[in-house]
């Protein structure tokens, strides 16, 4: 399959081929606002002389080629994706001279213009394959090599690297602002890496501002430092970053027992970031949301402190040793799910990180799981399309839940000697899932052939529902665990777990016995449990160990719907919630009767984390499983609800800035309206809430989408808050606006138009699902099903899937909105694989929520 979909095939003949050494690569990023100049030297060997291989690259441009010391023709050799190197020697010297082009969409050498001071910043995105829109290189995580990159830029920016940065010296270039002034230009010239893939090198360059550290290490001192935007200075709390940056450091190295492998560590907030954050070596780049510029709650803290561990963990796993194939993408990362949820757990103050664990990212993964689209976690990736869609709940959340698993399987000593001897063995190499096994079945003395096979080569999610007998007295006779699985995915798998036994002692339920068992089958009994006391509720999967779905029985559900409160431990909270949530979404619990449980809940909830999930459930409920003859009361009963929970809450507590974001997002009378309104002018106010900028903004967002705010609201506070997040706040506002001029002019920017930036685009398609009135999106189920697929094939992998995703009008929730979605689904089956998994996810939301309505409206 020739052109930029590299497959497996493919890349494992040039593995067998080619041993690269190095690539000397030389940009020049003086040269003007849409392209830059790239050239790579590349020495590498083959194995068979007279041979014929490629490089990849995607430009504008190829101005010569060069191949030991023989001139190529670039149009008989360059095809616009890869270039055709015929006549290999063993020892092999490539030259490529090319045009490069700054991207918009996140992708390759990404190109911002800072409004509120007209500052350029750059930076690169390149998993999976896009180090090709930069220079040119053989595009794939086996052929590693050193990489030395000199880049001529203005000589006032800081530029980053893997690499520490070198000290400048004048270049013969100027550069050119965006003011149209000339200033002097500079050349940085990196030492070369260490043998990596191509895929975790980075450019970072402009003025962003710094702050530096330094941390002790195994290997000596190593610098750290922390950037970002000039503009986003005053906002960077740089020492909590490196608080927990060092935690991470010691627990990784103590934990691998292998010293931090890279000579600094950077990390980077960078603008417009497709991502939460990517792993380059020693040059980490995050999304800017990270960087706090108005009050954010105790979650986003806690999230961007998992992330700062994530990346951290990669540079052992994932760069230092580095999947083979995309095959084992899953295992890169969910490895660093694992080892940082860990770290966060046992290092850092966040003790009940493995709560919002199950909250959080299991809730994610037993999401993706049931739709159409899942796949084992050991997916067979075939080509670049087939991993470039595989960043899912699947690869992440289940992966790491498996894992966590596999260490109470095998233990944790076994399983951290394994890790070590793993990484000993195998530094900057490549490897496969059977490398890791094979050290841990040492370590272990188990044999993991039939876990791997049960657990990461098949696909779907178990479901686990306990039968329980009792006697008058409420002793337990009997008891059983009944494993299912769907037709589809009819798996049944070993589950290690506990189930717990709760009983109300005044307000609260205590547990009173808890037993570990294993689970097999399709029927599990339980005699340990014979003879005691059934109590209030039975909690199967208690401790959060397996990977499954849960059941409650009759009993304990009517416990923890009239006891909401009871449970004080938040695991075993989160446990009953998200049971009741995974009822309420198969259409076997009212959506209904799960929006009063919840908001029972909210009531106290202090769990940040589980305050958040509640409230995204709640929302999600009522617009989507509640019958739309219910929803209008259910939704004034939320907002009701909500605004006296949020009047009550502790003045600046997290749960009063959740709860007034969460009742925002859903005012629509006028009453409501009018509330949020005194919030905003100030003629009402809330003891502790700090109505910042972004609270500004999240207020007058509500007001738009009912229709209460007009666009010179939102010209005006676009210029008291005149900066990128601004204008972004302000698109998606402009976009929740409910008219149908409101609604056209969105589409029009993301769909029709290409030159709206990435992040921008996200926030237009974020304003276009906000409706109070899901009707006004009733003319884009056509516009949406006609446009997909020329969206698909014209736009780069990340754009057209944030389209496929933002543009869909997903707040029908109706049967029409299925049908249409299932007839071009019929109608497009030669689509790629990628287009169609976008849309099959879709319906598949839609399928779900019109059963759910179903019941619910079954219910009366």
Not at 740 to 753: F, G, H, Q, T, Y
Not at 767 to 794: C, I, K, M, N
Request: aromatic share 8%; proline share 4%; charged share 25%.
């Amino acid at each position: 399959m020739p052109g930029k979909n590299l497959t497996r095939e493919e890349a494992r003949t040039r593995a067998d081929l080619l041993t690269v050494a190095s690539y000397a690569v030389t940009l020049d990023l003086t040269t003007g606002a849409e392209t830059f100049r790239t050239r790579s030297a590349v020495t590498f060997d083959a194995g068979t002389a007279d041979a014929t291989s490629f490089i990849d690259f995607l430009g504008d441009s190829v101005e010569s080629i060069t191949l030991n010391g023989e001139s190529l023709d670039p149009a008989a050799h360059y095809d616009g994706t890869r270039i055709a190197l015929p006549g290999l020697q063993t020892s092999n010297e490539l030259v490529v001279e090319a045009t490069g082009r700054y991207m918009n969409t996140g992708e390759g050498l990404h190109r911002m213009v800072d409004p509120t001071d007209q500052e350029v910043y750059l930076y690169t995105q390149f998993e999976v394959a896009d180090c090709r829109r930069m220079f040119p290189v053989f595009e794939q995580p086996d052929l590693k090599a050193t990489f030395a990159f000199t880049v001529t830029a203005p000589a006032r920016w800081e530029v980053i690297s893997n690499q520490p940065t070198p000290e400048p010296t004048p270049a013969e270039t100027t550069y050119t602002d965006v003011r149209g002034e000339q200033e002097p230009a500079a050349t940085w010239a990196f030492e070369p890496t260490e043998r990596v893939s191509c895929y975790i090198t980075a450019l970072v360059a402009g003025p962003y501002d710094v702050v530096r550290d330094e941390v002790q290490t195994r290997n000596g001192t190593v610098p750290l430092g922390v950037y970002c935007r000039k503009s986003l200075r005053p906002y960077l709390d740089a020492d909590n970053i490196f608080d927990c940056t060092k935690k991470g450091f010691a627990f990784f190295e103590e934990e691998f027992d292998q010293p931090y492998p890279f000579s600094k560590y950077d990390q980077l907030f960078v603008p417009e970031y497709n991502a939460g954050a990517m792993e380059n070596a020693g040059c980490v780049t995050f999304a800017e949301i990270y960087v706090f510029r108005a009050k954010v709650s105790d979650a986003l803290i806690e999230r961007r402190a998992l992330t700062i561990l994530h990346e951290l963990a990669h540079m052992w796993f994932g760069d230092l040793v580095t999947m083979q194939w995309w095959d084992d993408l899953w295992l890169n990362e969910s490895f660093a799910e694992w080892a940082s949820t860990t770290c966060q757990a046992e290092a850092t103050q966040w003790e009940t990180a493995w709560t919002t664990f199950g909250a959080v990212e299991k809730a994610w993964a037993y999401n993706q799981d049931q739709l159409s689209s899942t796949h084992p976690i050991a997916a067979d990736i075939t080509d670049l399309e087939a991993v470039e869609v595989n960043f899912d709940g699947i690869t992440y959340a289940k992966g790491a839940s498996v894992l966590k698993q596999l260490v109470a399987y095998v233990g944790r000593e076994p399983f951290v000697a394994g890790l070590r001897t793993y990484f000993a063995k195998h530094r900057w190499g490549n490897t496969t899932l059977r490398d890791l096994l094979v050290e841990l079945e040492a370590t272990s003395g188990r044999d993991l052939k039939e876990w791997s096979q049960l657990w990461l080569e098949t696909a779907g999610v178990n479901t686990l529902t306990p039968h329980v007998e009792t006697d008058a007295d409420g002793i337990i006779t009997a008891a059983a665990i009944e494993q299912t699985a769907t037709q589809e995915l009819p798996t049944l798998r070993p589950h290690r777990l506990a189930v717990g036994l709760y009983a109300l002692q005044g307000e609260r339920l205590v547990r009173t016995e808890s037993i570990e068992v294993d689970v097999a089958g399709a029927r599990t009994e339980l005699p340990q449990l014979v003879g005691k006391a059934k109590g209030d509720l039975l909690l199967v999967n208690d401790q959060d160990l397996a990977y499954a779905k849960i059941r409650l029985d009759e009993d304990s559900l009517r416990t923890a719907v009239q006891h909401p409160r009871a449970l004080t431990d938040s695991l075993a909270r989160a446990l009953v919630l998200g049971a009741a949530w995974d009822m309420t979404r198969d259409a076997q619990m009212s959506a209904r009767d799960f929006v009063s449980l919840a908001l029972a809940t909210l009531r106290e909830e202090t769990d940040s984390n589980l305050l958040r999930a509640l409230l995204g459930r709640v929302g999600v409920a009522a617009t989507m499983y509640v019958a739309p003859q219910h929803r209008e009361a259910v939704l004034s009963e939320i907002t009701g609800t909500l605004r006296g929970l949020a009047v009550s809450a502790e003045p600046g507590s997290d749960a009063q800035l959740q709860l007034v974001q969460a009742f925002a997002a859903e005012a629509h009378q006028p009453e409501d309206v009018a509330y949020v309104r005194g919030l905003l002018d100030g003629t009402s106010t809330l003891a502790g809430l700090d109505v910042d900028t972004e609270m500004r903004w999240t207020l007058l967002t509500s007001l738009a989408a009912a229709g209460a705010a007009d666009d010179a609201a939102i010209t005006a506070e676009q210029e008291r808050d005149a900066t990128a997040t601004g204008a972004e706040r302000a698109a998606r506002a402009r976009a929740a606006m409910p008219t149908a001029e409101a609604k056209a002019k969105a589409w029009e920017l993301v769909v029709e138009r290409e030159d709206t930036a990435n992040q921008t685009l996200r926030a237009i398609g974020a304003g276009f699902q906000t409706v109070h009135d899901p009707q006004l999106l009733a003319p884009y189920v056509e516009r949406y099903h006609e446009a997909v697929a020329d969206v698909w094939s014209s736009r780069t992998l990340a754009t057209a899937a944030s389209i496929a995703d933002l543009m869909y009008p997903m707040p029908l929730a109706d049967q029409a909105l299925l049908d249409a979605s299932q007839g071009w689904l019929d109608t497009h089956r030669d689509a790629s694989a990628g287009l169609a998994r976008a849309v099959a996810e879709n319906r598949d939301v839609i399928r779900r929520a019109v059963a759910a309505q179903q019941f619910d409206a079954d219910r009366g």
